[in-house]
């Protein structure tokens, strides 16, 4: 019997169980620096299947690592089990949490010895906290060969076609003043704030596809009869690489200084969030788990030009490991993800399938890596190719 076969039937052995994980997530939602339940679910499978288990991973209350097997080549599972507030999993991390997780214990139960690990990773907090971001400055990924996962979506994309993005708060001071009794006292922070999101507007007009900034006023005074004397607001910002992502960060910097320098007030512009670097698509494993993915009739193609799905942060993973994150259908291209519709989505029957057949294409994908040494270099050598 080959090797792939033997992933199919243990695929099909499993999946009834990698299901009853899926709905347990799906049907108990937690959100970012939450999720204390899913990772006990998730590392209590892991556990029982031999692998060990360290909990609290890069001091998250929430992450984990699981491994089985010693020595490189590591080929790593990134698990996401957040929700969204209000939504639960309208994202789908249910099913890459199940998917990751059935994909390590396939991967341990198949390979015979063969050198080398399998590490399942909990990253918690994609949605905004970033989880992964905060892991690979912790080292978790480090001495790692590959990292595979995949989204569940709309489209059935190969690659997934992700941004770059990161929030700053950036607040203007004053001098507080009555605007009747002494005007000329006062110096207008909320003036100035508006005045940043006009200049902001002209640039926006051309920015290169793909790159927008959208902000809100967050602090804006505390009565209308004193001239505010501190305004703020929050800009969150995206681009198609991390590249850009700091000359736009530049160009929000010099706006502010400008618009404080014509006003006569004060500025301080501040990163508010965990920057999410581009995702930098591995093509040779990419292309290897589609091929896989297409002995269960799932077809994947190149992403449409020009069409941007967000971010996540894999992308920070993707530039030190090579890694894919396709995309796999479980509703129709007429839907979008971060909605009720897609929530109910990710516990439907076709979900179900997609789950099956990504777990059996995830572990031939990994035994593939662990098994070929050629794979490995051409994957690596790709990834430095397109590190920039």
Same mark, same amino acid.
């Given at each position: 019997?080959?090797?792939?076969?033997?992933?199919?039937?243990?695929?099909?052995?499993?999946?009834?169980?990698?299901?009853? #994980?899926?709905?347990?997530?799906?049907?108990?939602? %937690?959100?970012?620096?939450? $999720?204390?339940?899913?990772?006990?679910?998730?590392?209590? %499978?892991?556990?029982?299947?031999?692998?060990?288990?360290?909990?609290?991973?890069?001091?998250?209350?929430?992450?984990?690592?699981?491994?089985?097997?010693?020595?490189?080549? #590591?080929?790593?599972?990134?698990?996401?089990?957040?929700?969204?507030?209000?939504?639960?999993?309208?994202? /789908?991390?249910? &099913?890459?949490?199940?998917?990751?997780?059935?994909?390590?214990?396939?991967?341990?139960?198949?390979?015979?010895?063969?050198?080398?690990?399998?590490?399942?990773?909990?990253? @918690?907090?994609?949605? /905004?906290?970033?989880?992964?971001?905060?892991?690979?400055?912790?080292?978790?990924?480090?001495? #790692?060969?590959?990292?595979?996962?995949?989204? @569940?979506?709309?489209?059935?994309?190969?690659?997934?076609?992700?941004?770059?993005?990161?929030?700053?708060?950036? /607040?203007?001071?004053?001098?507080?003043?009555?605007?009747? /009794?002494?005007?000329?006292?006062?110096?207008?922070?909320?003036?100035?704030?508006?005045? &940043?999101?006009?200049?902001?507007?002209?640039?926006?007009?051309? &920015?290169? %596809?793909?790159?927008?900034?959208?902000?809100? #006023?967050? %602090?804006?005074?505390?009565?209308?009869?004193?001239?505010?004397?501190?305004?703020?607001?929050?800009?969150?910002?995206? +681009?198609?690489?991390? +590249?850009?992502?700091?000359?736009?960060?530049?160009?929000?910097?010099?706006?502010?200084?400008?618009?404080?320098?014509?006003?006569?007030?004060?500025?301080?512009?501040?990163?508010?969030?965990?920057?999410?670097?581009?995702?930098?698509?591995?093509?040779?494993?990419? $292309?290897?788990?589609?091929?896989?993915?297409?002995?269960?009739?799932?077809?994947?193609?190149?992403?449409?030009?020009?069409?941007?799905?967000?971010?996540?942060?894999?992308?920070?993973?993707?530039?030190?490991?090579?890694?894919?994150?396709?995309?796999?259908?479980?509703?129709?291209?007429?839907?979008?993800?971060?909605?009720?519709?897609?929530?109910?989505?990710?516990?439907?029957?076709?979900?179900?399938?997609?789950?099956?057949?990504?777990?059996?294409?995830?572990?031939?994908?990994?035994?593939?890596?662990?098994?070929?040494?050629?794979?490995?270099?051409?994957?690596?050598?790709?990834?430095?190719?397109?590190?920039?």
């Amino acid at each position: 019997m080959s090797l792939y076969q033997r992933i199919r039937e243990e695929t099909a052995r499993r999946a009834d169980a990698l299901w009853t #994980v899926a709905t347990a997530l799906h049907a108990d939602p %937690e959100t970012a620096f939450r $999720e204390h339940r899913a990772a006990k679910l998730l590392t209590g %499978e892991l556990e029982r299947a031999g692998f060990e288990v360290r909990r609290e991973a890069a001091g998250l209350p929430t992450a984990f690592t699981a491994r089985a097997g010693e020595g490189r080549p #590591v080929v790593a599972f990134p698990l996401e089990y957040d929700a969204l507030p209000g939504l639960g999993h309208a994202c /789908g991390h249910n &099913l890459i949490a199940a998917a990751g997780l059935g994909a390590a214990l396939v991967t341990e139960a198949v390979r015979d010895g063969t050198a080398g690990t399998v590490l399942a990773v909990g990253t @918690p907090a994609e949605e /905004g906290g970033g989880g992964k971001a905060l892991e690979v400055e912790a080292g978790v990924f480090d001495g #790692v060969d590959a990292a595979l996962m995949f989204h @569940p979506g709309v489209y059935d994309w190969v690659r997934a076609p992700l941004t770059a993005q990161e929030q700053y708060r950036v /607040g203007f001071r004053g001098r507080a003043a009555h605007p009747t /009794g002494n005007p000329t006292e006062g110096i207008d922070a909320l003036a100035a704030l508006i005045e &940043l999101f006009n200049v902001l507007s002209a640039l926006g007009r051309r &920015l290169p %596809e793909g790159s927008h900034v959208q902000g809100i #006023v967050t %602090e804006g005074g505390t009565a209308t009869n004193i001239v505010p004397e501190y305004a703020e607001g929050r800009f969150g910002l995206r +681009a198609v690489t991390t +590249a850009a992502l700091d000359e736009l960060a530049q160009q929000l910097r010099t706006a502010a200084e400008g618009v404080a320098l014509a006003t006569g007030t004060a500025v301080t512009v501040e990163r508010a969030s965990v920057r999410y670097e581009h995702f930098r698509d591995s093509s040779v494993l990419s $292309e290897r788990f589609a091929g896989h993915l297409d002995r269960a009739g799932i077809a994947l193609t190149a992403p449409t030009p020009g069409v941007y799905l967000g971010s996540s942060d894999i992308g920070n993973v993707s530039g030190r490991v090579p890694a894919i994150h396709p995309f796999v259908a479980i509703m129709g291209a007429d839907g979008s993800d971060h909605t009720p519709e897609f929530a109910e989505a990710a516990a439907s029957e076709r979900a179900r399938r997609v789950l099956t057949a990504v777990v059996e294409a995830l572990a031939c994908t990994a035994v593939d890596i662990l098994g070929d040494a050629d794979l490995r270099g051409r994957a690596w050598a790709d990834l430095h190719l397109t590190a920039d």
